[in-house]
């Protein structure tokens, strides 16, 4: 699966051919705040992504690479494309995380009101409510509902270490028959990786200054390497299993079940990506995953999730988007696309 530097290259030159960059990441792009406050909804006179299927959304997002898996539960279908590709997962690891502590909660083996305390060092960047704190005591709920709604990246590493670690997290998903899913590194770690970034340098939650100190190769190097990691991974078929298990319950109990739902429900991130695809009707529990960009070119645009249609019919869909450029609302417009065709399509 690994991509050859070329191509990684001339994605880069594409995307600076087409946007007016410094070479140095935005504020926006901060590598330590990956999932930022809530998108809008397109705007009503912007100009939507209309096609016919998936493989034209496909084509017309090149050179970037689109996966898409859908399926439907009326007719037990799933159709996409990329299906078995691996995409990196970014946030919406979380919500897999999520589900293997969900499930120690059901065995009995952890409680909701357990309190975590977090110091100023177990903080991280992002646009969550316990990113901007000081620290402090949270319940497990807490922890996840902020790292699902906000995606606060604070409460998910910590929710990661209290899980056992990414290898548990993994081994997990395999023991209830997930495969093309895979959890290795936190989110600081990720973040180091993606830019270059040597371990023995401390962050904290602004990487701005270290990243003056890391040469412009180096950080090329590790984002060009970051386009086919394995690590972090997930294919589009691998997600939408995940969520047909979760949804027939196979993965947690009926009360967890709702429980998660309800929070996936409420999130906030990514308004422009699946959300405003289907129609204000449809019910819609999901999961964002938004990486760094580099050179004009992103690494990762994502969104899965469980999608009920007002007649009732409900779909699972994932789609990951890696390597493209554009702003992060022209990058949302071509999920919102994947989403009208999954809800127009038989």
Known sequence: ????????????????????????????????????????PPAETEQPLIADTFQEIADRAKPAILGVAVYDFETGAMQGVNLSRPFSLQSVFKIFLSSALLSQVDAGQLSLDKTITLTPEDLRGGGGTIDHSDGGSFTVRDL???????????????????SGGPEKVTAWLRGKGIEGVRIDRDLRTIARDENGIPADLFPGRN??????????????????????????????EGAVHFLVALK????LSA??????????????????RLRAGFSLQTTLAHKTGTS????????????????????????????????????????????????RVAAKSN
């Open 1 to 40: 699966m690994k991509a050859s530097s070329s191509r990684a290259c001339d994605l880069i030159a594409t995307a600076g051919a087409l946007l007016l960059l410094s070479g140095n990441l935005s504020a926006q792009d901060d590598p330590f705040r990956k999932e930022q406050a809530p998108t809008p």
């Open 144 to 162: 996840l509902r902020a790292a699902l709604i906000e995606s606060d990246n604070s409460a998910a590493d910590a929710l990661l270490r209290l």
């Open 207 to 236: 990487a701005s200054s270290i990243q003056d100190r890391v040469p412009k190769a180096t950080r090329q190097a590790a984002f060009e390497f970051a386009l086919s990691d394995p690590r972090d991974t997930g294919t589009p």
């Open 248 to 251: 027939k319950g196979e993965i």
């Open 255 to 272: 009360s967890s079940t709702s429980l998660l739902l309800g929070w996936l429900q409420e999130v906030k991130t990514g308004q422009g």
């Open 292 to 339: 760094l960009s580099f050179e004009g070119v992103n690494l990762a645009t994502n969104d899965i999730g469980l999608a009920t249609l007002p007649g009732g019919r409900t779909l699972a869909i994932a789609v990951f988007l890696s390597g493209a450029s554009g702003t992060d609302q022209e990058r949302s417009r071509i999920l919102a696309a994947c989403a």
